[in-house]
């Protein structure tokens, strides 16, 4: 019923990973209430909306790190993470690596 605004969000969401993206804006793209919308794109896609960026970023991490030359640091942050520490963290923690297993 509401998976149309839901694939909207996620649609203007996949658009602009390598941007801030703030999680009003992103319920404005919706149209419903930040409550409403929280609760809709938990039970569409199974996990909250920033749950749902921080995946998608680092798997479009990962592509970058597989197909281009690209430093670490500057895929970081180019996707928004603070740091290649928080990069490496987040990055481990989404692929279940050990961690003494460091992307470096």
């Known amino acids: 019923m509401h998976t149309h605004s839901i694939r909207q969000t996620i649609d203007w969401i996949e658009q602009n990973l390598q941007t ?3 999680i009003e804006d992103v ?3 919706s149209h419903f209430s930040k ?3 929280h ?7 199974g996990m909250s909306v920033s749950q ?6 680092i798997v479009h991490a990962a592509i970058d790190l597989l197909n281009t030359s690209k430093r ?6 180019s996707y928004q993470f603070e740091s290649q ?3 490496t963290r987040a990055f ?3 692929y279940h690596l050990p961690q003494d297993n460091i992307v470096h």
């Open 39 to 45: 609760r809709l794109f938990q039970r569409e896609v």
């Open 52 to 57: 749902y960026i921080r995946m998608r970023r």
């Open 20 to 22: 801030e993206i703030d």
């Open 27 to 29: 319920r404005k793209i």
């Open 35 to 37: 409550y409403h919308f």
């Open 72 to 77: 670490i640091i500057d895929i970081a942050f």
């Open 85 to 87: 520490e928080v990069f």
């Open 92 to 94: 481990k923690k989404i």
